[in-house]
């Protein structure tokens, strides 16, 4: 689909990777963070916890400048912030197609999420679509300018999780979502310039932790830079050699 906005068409063309990140914590919010989340070029937001919405108004970003959100899993400080946004798009009568990308059940969970949070919002939106695409392990696709390739990675027992390989503006960046070290998350990280990966203490066990990180960076190209974000403590990574602690509202270009 074609790009709208001349702004970010001569940035696609500069092959420029802009990365914000509006939360960088874990699911109980350590040391204050807002919940693990980050917006791409200015238009695809990658897993939206409660905080998402929050923190795209405190950078002052319009929140309708999201085209397409990319969900790793279905844990609340990844999906709930969805209704939050979904309401912002209602009430301010967006108009623009929405993406939503997945893991298995996208479409249903989330419209029954959003009858919960908000009930009787869906039978209103009568304005704009929201378009899901559900993924699987391995499935690749195209959306709004940002293709993908979905990675199954092992996170918790109860439910399925996904990583997204992408390729933005002609740049490769890797997320992880949640993830231990894994073989889908060791073939996710191939090929990438970026990778993004949650990052915990030592004895947590179904999160990457600084122990892994050097697992998986050896699997990726050898000048790939590495981000950690989804931390429960600022030092987990602090003194890693080749690593970037993320931090709310911290930004990168590369
Ligand atoms: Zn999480
Ligand atoms: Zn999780």
């Known amino acids: 689909m074609a790009l709208k906005s001349g702004a970010i068409e001569s ?53 309708g400048d999201v085209r397409v959100i ?20 209602w009430i301010a009568n967006r108009e623009d197609e929405l993406h939503i990308v997945g893991p298995p059940g996208i479409e249903a969970r989330t419209e029954e999420l959003l009858e919960l949070a908000f009930p009787g919002l869906p039978v209103r939106n009568k304005i704009y679509r929201r378009r899901y695409i559900e993924i699987d392990d391995g499935v690749n696709g195209e959306v709004e ?32 979502g949640d993830s231990v070290v894994c073989p889908g998350l060791l073939s996710l990280v191939t090929e990438a310039e970026v990778l ?39 030092s987990t990574a602090a003194g890693m050699s080749n690593v970037l602690v993320a931090s709310d509202l911290g930004r990168f270009r590369f």
């Open 11 to 63: 940035e696609r063309d500069t092959g420029n990777l802009d990365i914000l990140f509006l939360g960088t914590g874990n699911a109980t919010s350590s040391e204050g963070r807002a919940h693990s989340s980050f917006f791409v070029n200015g238009q695809y937001l990658f897993d939206a916890g409660p905080t998402a919405l929050q923190q795209l108004k405190k950078s002052r970003i319009n929140p």
């Open 70 to 89: 990319l969900i790793s899993h279905f844990h609340a400080d990844h999906f709930f912030g969805l209704p939050f946004l979904l309401l912002d798009y």
């Open 196 to 234: 993004v990966l949650d990052c915990s203490n030592d004895s947590d066990p179904v999160h990457l932790t600084s122990r892994d990180l050097i697992t998986v960076m050896a699997n990726a190209p050898e000048k790939a830079t590495t981000i950690v974000s989804h931390l429960d403590d600022s």
């Open 145 to 176: 300018g940002l293709e993908f390739t979905a990675f199954e990675v092992q996170h918790v027992p109860s439910l399925r999780c996904f990583g997204y390989r992408t390729r933005i503006a002609g740049r490769t960046l890797a997320y992880s």
